[in-house]
């Protein structure tokens, strides 16, 4: 084999310049061989391998000068271990060869695919001058690239890595590079990786977020494949929230700084209600808390945020925690505290009373709105008097006694819950005093009733509706004057019942009511007269029959019994009286003859023969 010339040497070098990029861009993957060229002319250098597209020609140069009269045969062979075969004239019509001693393929398709050729210069006398390495054909394609799960954005982690499939293909192996748009530079090829059909990133920083263009090219052509890369960064906060106090009517403004990508949402919570929702009743307070929004979020730098919370003039129903969540579905986000206690006037306290005949008991409930500060007592005013009592770390409910009141008395009670800001406005409570029952009045009708119901022996009337003096009735007290005397009686019930009158007789009666506080005053006297008792004999209650019957049983009961012990009796002595006579006939036979005992014994025969018989 011969040396290469200066030219041929000049022609790898500017072949190799011409399949570069161009200057200042970065080329991944295969290097491009200098024995590899898709020129349509080609000069035939050392283990050279041409590429071509299906259909397109190609035209193989001599690589020098060929000396005149000498002889040009090409030749050429299915691979390195295939047969040689010249070419001679136009024995093969894809193979020519032209008047200038090149050999042109036309067209080149997969039967010349893999065909190696070369030349030899021999002299008339057919000693070879000049002999070609073989040259290989090879039919190419252009680059291709086919990504199957990429988008025209995709979406990476701060710290993470991008990477999806992606399909390169081409004939040579085409190289690649990537190329970030923004800046106009083509990123080092140890950035990524693209292997084994897949495209790895990473791991991206926040400066990696821009738009790429990914292309791959061999000597036959190039493709691309441009996509936005963003990269997603968990939402954060580096505000401190803090505590704040301050008086009612002061200004109070939050500001948090936020950052992220995408944009973090501000949300700004109070008393777990976001400020946004619609105006609300606030406990415990007469007012209305209006929806509190924010001042619009501020662009501060690249992915950092701050949003302003503007309270303005606070009222007491603006205490509590307010909680800035800044998120933006990446990560937990943060959430930022700040509690604010307004100084106001507390809420008026809750009270309820109970009375007895002289003293008032008020339970005083702590407010359930305090001002944001402690209760430190309260103040009670009754008639002209005014009271200050003080309220002990951590109560709830005091109790407490007013006394010395009179009995059955309306009284109001004004009781205001006082802090070291001001005190509430006032709770009145009425309640009126208890003490013994009233006197009881009887209508004229009720008297009437009185007269119509009344009977020989007995009456029986409703008590009517009274005030009990604020305590339950234990009972009733009657007091009668009959004509012949005087009487008192009670009664547990409202229904009186009097009893063991007399016929034709006139009562005067007065009555009166009893409470744990004792008796009220007699009622006004009121008079009834009891009618005749009629001549025909009233029906006797159920129970003097019941007794009557039960007497009578027993009676019948004691009179078998006496008959049956009497005859039981009659019965033992008979039977006595029979021993008795035997034995003394024993006696006596023993003592007489033998005659005489056979007259006693027929005789005893014949009296017992006449007893059976009996």
Known sequence: ???????????????????????????????PSAKLSCDS??????????????????????????????LLNWQRRSGPLGSVTQIVGVQNPQLIIDGTGSLVIDPINQTVDGWQFRYTIMSSLFVLLNQSEWITARLGTEPSLRCEDCRRSL????????????????????????KNVKTGDDLECNKYQLMDGRFRFGPVQESDASTYLLTARNCLGNTSLE???????????????????????????????GSGYPQPMFTWIFKSVDIHADSREVECLDSIMQPLVPDSTTALAAHKFQSVLDLGHVEGNMTGSYHCQVANGYGNGDTVAFNLLVRDVPAAPNVTASATDETVTLNIS?????????????????????????APAGTTILVVRIPELMSKTPYQFAVRAVNDFEQSISNLTQ????????????????????????ECDHVTFDVPAHGDGGSHVLDYELKCTPSEGSSRRKTVSSAVSISDLKELHSYTCQLRARN?????????????????????????????????????????IIIISIVLYKRKQKMKNSRRSEITEYDTSVEAYAESGPSARREESEAYATTAAARNGT
Not at 3 to 31: A, K, N
Request: charged content about 15%; some cysteine.
């Open 366 to 390: 702590k407010p359930c709105y305090t001002g944001s500060l402690p209760i430190t007592n309260y103040n009670i005013t009754y008639g002209n008097t005014d009271l200050n009592v003080t």
């Open 41 to 70: 002319t080609i000069t035939i250098v050392l283990n050279q391998t041409f590429y071509r597209l299906e259909g397109s020609r190609a035209r193989l140069l001599l690589d020098r000068p060929r000396p005149s009269g000498s």
């Open 431 to 454: 309640i009126t005093t208890l003490g013994v029952p009233d006197v009881v009045v009887l209508s004229s009708t009720n008297r009437s009733r009185i007269q119509d119901f009344a």
């Open 516 to 556: 744990i506080y004792g008796y009220g005053d007699f009622s006004a006297s009121f008079n009834f007269s009891t009618p005749a008792c009629s001549s025909s004999s009233s029906p006797q209650p159920i129970w003097i029959w019941i007794v009557v019957a039960i007497a009578v049983l027993a009676v019948i």
């Open 227 to 257: 996509f936005n890369l963003n990269v997603l960064i968990d939402a954060s906060s580096d505000t401190t929230g803090y505590n704040i106090t301050v008086d009612r009517g002061d200004s109070v403004k939050f500001t948090v700084n």
């Open 155 to 178: 979406d990476v982690r701060l710290g993470g890595f991008l990477d999806f499939r992606i399909n390169v293909t081409g004939v040579p192996g085409p190289t690649h590079r990537l």
């Open 1 to 31: 084999m011969t040396s290469l010339s200066w030219i041929e040497i000049l022609f790898v070098f500017v072949f190799l310049s011409l399949s570069r990029v161009g200057m200042g861009q970065v080329e991944c993957g295969t290097t």
